[in-house]
């Protein structure tokens, strides 16, 4: 009797031991993120066909594939390299995103990161402590692939710059409630871009304006993944950095403003 009951207490610890293995172990795992962005445009000077089909090239534009390397404790995130994307030559209009080849790195257990950018051809390393965002946890699950996943939000304020209709540059401060999914599945407090802390991987995330979902997962794979944290370009704080990019906002939002007093131009704003 007494042999029966060791065996039921062995087997109940075996079982526990496999459904929780990466609780009880190192791990490491490599995600792949999709990105879709919703596109709002604000066009003086141009028709409804011309409206159309800038807006089809600027969502090929913004459809981007990013890789989160992660540990239990650190993670870097970057955009994947792909090859530009031909336009029409028939419409006459060729529009072409350039964006930034940002490495993020995060280090969760000294609540820090490293963010190698470049902007305007000058490279930069912001360095700084990492926010703590307030999350609110909700009772509601979905599938993401193989993985059940527990929704969470988010709620803040942020100021966008445009061009008014009398050539003015206008700040305009609005609400944004970010959506997140993640799944304890994988519980690391980790997270595509910006975004963390949270009791599982995020899988998910909608601002309102951006998107990005998760499309594959491998975890621990044969090739051990190596974590490496950027060390190029000049040392800032993010917001010294914010300083610069509200700086070099201003200058462009200035030289759109002298074109427009010289004659017509065409308008276009993204999101918000």
């Not at 190029?232 to 002298?258: H, L, Y």
Request: with cysteine; charged share 30%.
């Amino acid at each position: 009797m007494n042999h029966m009951k060791s065996l039921q207490i062995k087997l109940i610890c075996l079982a526990l031991f496999f459904a929780l293995p990466l609780q009880s172990q190192d791990f490491q795992g490599i995600a792949t993120y999709k990105s879709h962005r919703k596109v709002d445009l604000e066009m003086d000077g141009a028709n409804e066909e011309m409206k159309k089909q800038i807006q089809e090239q600027l969502k090929r534009q913004f459809q981007r594939e990013y890789t989160l390397w992660f540990n239990k404790h650190e993670s870097l995130y970057k955009q994947n390299e792909q090859l530009a994307k031909p336009n029409p030559v028939s419409s006459g209009i060729q529009i072409q995103i350039q964006e930034s080849s940002d490495i993020l790195y995060k280090n969760m257990k000294e609540n820090r990161y490293s963010n190698e950018t470049e902007i305007f051809g000058k490279q930069f390393l912001i360095q700084d402590t990492l926010n703590r965002r307030n999350w609110e946890l909700v009772n509601e699950t979905k599938n993401i692939g193989d993985y059940t996943c527990y929704k969470a939000i988010f709620k803040d304020e942020y100021t966008t710059q445009s061009m008014t209709e009398e050539n003015t540059v206008e700040k305009i401060t609005k609400e944004r409630v970010t959506t997140a999914w993640y799944t304890p599945q994988i519980p690391i407090n980790i997270g595509p871009g910006e975004f963390h802390g949270l009791p599982g991987l995020i899988l998910e995330i909608n601002d309102g304006e951006m998107t990005l979902i998760c499309n594959k997962i491998v975890m621990n794979p044969n090739e051990s993944v190596e974590i490496k944290e950027p060390t190029k370009g000049k040392k800032v704080s993010q917001a010294k950095f914010d300083e610069i990019m509200d700086k070099k906002t201003e200058e462009m939002m200035d030289r759109v403003q002298s074109r427009r007093k010289d004659g017509e131009n065409v308008m276009i704003r993204i999101g918000g």
